[in-house]
């Protein structure tokens, strides 16, 4: 593992969500602050907060918007370039994790009281969304981000 995969894992076991992890790895390199990328990033924790795209996912792909979003509404290219990288992106998490939606990748469902119940009782967040964490931040450094 690279030393961002690592410092991605830090800031989880820190207490941050999945997407804050991965998007906090990158901020400084696309004009972001921390604070900006952290805050950004809150509510794409445990899959929107209800299960649906990995919150790891969900920060790389913001990663893909800091590098690649346009920033005029015209920008046909700038659109058409994000989408391509966001698919690619996607892609690459899919086959790697076998699924982008959290429920499906810890197999229960975190708006629910048994399966935050799970969650605990299988420390998934170490044993699942720790992999899922730095294996997001690996997929963005293999992309060359």
């Known amino acids: 593992m690279s030393q961002y ?13 999945c997407a804050q992890s ?19 990033a809150a509510g794409f924790g445990g899959g929107l907060g209800c299960g649906e795209v990995c ?4 920060g790389a792909v913001m990663v893909v918007g ?28 899919r086959e790697r994790n076998g699924a982008v939606r959290c429920r499906e990748l810890l197999g229960c469902h975190l708006s ?17 969304c720790v992999p899922l964490v730095m294996g997001a931040v690996a997929i963005l450094e293999e992309l060359g981000y």
Do not use: M, W
């Open 112 to 128: 629910t009281p048994e399966g935050r119940e799970r969650y605990e009782a299988e420390k998934l967040r170490e044993t699942v």
């Open 55 to 58: 919150g790891a996912l969900s």
């Open 66 to 93: 800091q590098r690649y979003g346009p920033v005029e509404p015209e920008d046909a290219y700038g659109k058409e370039n994000c989408h391509n990288r966001t698919a690619e992106l996607v892609e690459r998490f």
């Open 5 to 17: 995969t690592d410092l991605a894992a830090e800031i989880f076991a820190r207490g941050f969500n």
């Open 22 to 40: 991965v998007a906090a790895v990158f901020y400084d390199r696309y004009d972001a602050d921390y604070d900006t990328a952290v805050r950004a």
